[in-house]
């Protein structure tokens, strides 16, 4: 029995799930999210839990139990809490600007960058740090990596755009002459 797959999850109150032929249904607070019906998995709720079985003990329905579970529970967490990324910006004459939707930084090219967030995500800017805010915790994940993929952290100074929990691991520069 996979280890994540056989665990329950609770559904806080405020959160309803209509559980569909091909899709299950979260709807709370912060919105309504829809998760694919994995194939030989079925899923129960039996008041505030919901259960998650697989039909037979093939590898692929034991990988897609524990993945049809994991979905649940971030989407339950999604609609009640929200996911947020946090990345930071370092780096000399490095800006950004903007607001919910759209930000604009200047990261060393000769022209500034924009980023639209797309539907469902909002962008937080507090002097050179970027919050990424979501119900959909795949798409919060994303959204900060295309971030980040703007001007990725170099190892010699760690100018560029990374994680808030990230480490640079940094190199020694040029040994100079003697």
């Not at 529970?73 to 004459?93: M, Y």
């Not at 990725?152 to 640079?168: L, S």
Request: hydrophobic share 35%; net charge positive.
């Amino acid at each position: 029995m996979s280890r994540i797959g056989k665990l329950p999850v609770e559904v806080p109150a405020g959160v309803t799930i209509t559980v569909g032929e091909k899709d299950i249904t979260v709807t709370g607070p912060k919105g309504t999210l829809m998760v694919p019906v994995q194939a030989n998995t079925t899923t129960k709720v039996e008041g505030n839990i919901i259960t998650v079985t697989r039909k037979d003990d093939e590898p692929k329905s034991r990988a897609w139990h524990g993945l049809q579970r994991a979905l649940i529970n971030n989407a339950v967490i999604g609609v009640t809490k929200g996911f947020e990324k946090k990345l930071e910006i370092n780096g000399v004459g490095f800006r950004l600007s903007g607001g919910p939707k759209e930000i604009e930084m200047a990261l060393g090219f000769s022209h500034p960058v924009k980023y639209k967030a797309p539907e469902g995500i909002e962008l937080k800017t507090e002097k050179m740090t970027i919050t990424v805010c979501g119900t959909d915790k795949q798409m919060v994940g994303q959204v900060a990596a295309e971030i980040r993929a703007l001007k990725k952290p170099e190892p010699y100074k760690g100018k560029g755009i990374k994680y808030a929990d990230e480490v640079i691991i940094r190199k020694a520069g040029k040994a100079g002459k003697k």
